[in-house]
């Protein structure tokens, strides 16, 4: 198999057919793409996931992360009442946390100009962390309670005025979505990884090549999966298996927790409308980018992590413009 020479990257993580949990998460379906594959010659360097694109050397020295970005409940900060509380301490730092107590489904919503995110929320007191993707401007969050069948009734409101601190700040943290910690296991292989990385570059192409060498498409959970489901990257790391939600949410705590710019997008791949889960990253030097490589003399122009890895059909990545960008987290 011949590959073309990297000229931008986009981390890209999925698998098929994996669809949505509740709102916006993975449903039910799947099919078996085949063990995973690390294309080799593709990022360049060696077979360990330690070189970046077109590297040369397999000692490429550390890559240094900027500190690390936490997303914190602060119960003492929290505004609300009738059980809901909603902290507010972290927007300028691109996140918004929650915590309710109900015996009813709860829904949470976070709302700005003409995009509403709807997420499952604990009904037990759990705290729950989620991003602030839309950029500045006013968000309003609304804490929402099951009253019948699918019909929810608001619980509990309030809006704010965000600026953050820079674009980036929703997508360098944890959160529901990309649940990890400084103990997580894949932040501290992560951080093993950076240890040879030699740039931000650098570490992707190592994630890059642990993630597709690691983990394989589990079609039986794509199947089974239910609603409301939450990945867990250590859980996916340790089995070795996972659906799209499980590749990018892997992907994304490991690069995140490394101070890179990270975002776990879902939406739909023609031309079979597959919904779908993939992750962009962002580096000083080549931005918010894409790649283009070529697989047995067909073009890809954007890289999927799970596609690649489990050697789906090319038809599925196409010229990048099958993919639509649905929702970020």
């Given at each position: 198999?011949?590959?073309?020479?990297?000229?931008?990257?986009?981390?890209?993580?999925?698998?098929?057919?994996?669809?949505?949990?509740?709102?916006?998460?993975?449903?039910?379906?799947?099919?078996?793409?085949?063990?995973?594959?690390?294309?080799?010659?593709?990022?360049?360097?060696?077979?360990?996931?330690?070189?970046?694109?077109?590297?040369?050397?397999?000692?490429?020295?550390?890559?240094?992360?900027?500190?690390?970005?936490?997303?914190?409940?602060?119960?003492?900060?929290?505004?609300?009442?009738?059980?809901?509380?909603?902290?507010?301490?972290?927007?300028?730092?691109?996140?918004?946390?929650?915590?309710?107590?109900?015996?009813?489904?709860?829904?949470?919503?976070?709302?700005?100009?003409?995009?509403?995110?709807?997420?499952?929320?604990?009904?037990?007191?759990?705290?729950?962390?989620?991003?602030?993707?839309?950029?500045?401007?006013?968000?309003?969050?609304?804490?929402?309670?099951n009253v019948?069948?699918?019909?929810?009734?608001?619980?509990?409101?309030?809006?704010?005025?965000?600026?953050?601190?820079?674009?980036?700040?929703?997508?360098?943290?944890?959160?529901?979505?990309?649940?990890?910690?400084?103990?997580?296991?894949?932040?501290?292989?992560?951080?093993?990884?950076?240890?040879?990385?030699?740039?931000?570059?650098?570490?992707?192409?190592?994630?890059?090549?642990?993630?597709?060498?690691?983990?394989?498409?589990?079609?039986?959970?794509?199947?089974?999966?239910?609603?409301?489901?939450?990945?867990?990257?250590?859980?996916?790391?340790?089995?070795?298996?996972?659906?799209?939600?499980?590749?990018?949410?892997?992907?994304?705590?490991?690069?995140?927790s490394q101070?890179?710019?990270?975002?776990?997008?879902?939406?739909?791949?023609?031309?079979?409308?597959?919904?779908?889960?993939?992750?962009?990253?962002?580096?000083?030097?080549?931005?918010?980018?894409?790649?283009?490589?070529?697989?047995?003399?067909?073009?890809?122009?954007?890289?999927?992590?799970?596609?690649?890895?489990?050697?789906?059909d090319s038809?599925?990545?196409?010229?990048?413009?099958?993919?639509?960008?649905?929702?970020?987290?």
């Amino acid at each position: 198999m011949r590959y073309r020479r990297l000229t931008c990257l986009i981390l890209a993580l999925a698998a098929l057919l994996c669809g949505c949990a509740g709102t916006h998460g993975p449903t039910a379906g799947g099919e078996v793409i085949g063990d995973a594959q690390v294309p080799q010659g593709l990022l360049g360097g060696n077979d360990t996931g330690t070189a970046g694109p077109g590297a040369a050397s397999e000692d490429l020295g550390p890559y240094i992360a900027p500190e690390y970005a936490d997303a914190v409940f602060h119960e003492e900060l929290a505004l609300g009442g009738d059980g809901v509380l909603i902290d507010l301490s972290g927007v300028e730092q691109g996140y918004v946390a929650v915590s309710a107590v109900s015996d009813k489904r709860l829904k949470f919503q976070v709302i700005k100009d003409e995009a509403t995110y709807n997420y499952d929320l604990a009904s037990d007191g759990a705290p729950s962390v989620f991003p602030l993707q839309s950029g500045d401007g006013e968000y309003r969050f609304r804490v929402m309670e099951n009253v019948v069948d699918s019909k929810y009734a608001e619980r509990f409101s309030t809006s704010v005025e965000i600026v953050l601190r820079d674009e980036f700040q929703p997508f360098i943290r944890p959160s529901d979505y990309v649940p990890y910690s400084r103990e997580s296991a894949c932040v501290r292989k992560a951080a093993e990884l950076a240890q040879t990385a030699g740039s931000a570059l650098g570490l992707v192409s190592a994630v890059y090549r642990f993630v597709c060498a690691t983990v394989t498409y589990d079609a039986q959970k794509a199947a089974t999966v239910q609603s409301g489901y939450l990945p867990d990257p250590d859980e996916t790391m340790q089995t070795g298996k996972g659906i799209c939600f499980d590749y990018a949410s892997l992907a994304a705590a490991m690069l995140r927790s490394q101070g890179i710019p990270t975002k776990e997008v879902f939406g739909y791949v023609s031309p079979d409308g597959v919904y779908h889960a993939w992750n962009m990253f962002y580096t000083e030097e080549t931005g918010w980018v894409t790649v283009s490589f070529e697989v047995r003399g067909e073009s890809w122009n954007r890289m999927d992590l799970t596609f690649s890895a489990n050697g789906a059909d090319s038809r599925f990545i196409g010229d990048g413009s099958n993919y639509s960008d649905l929702y970020f987290y």
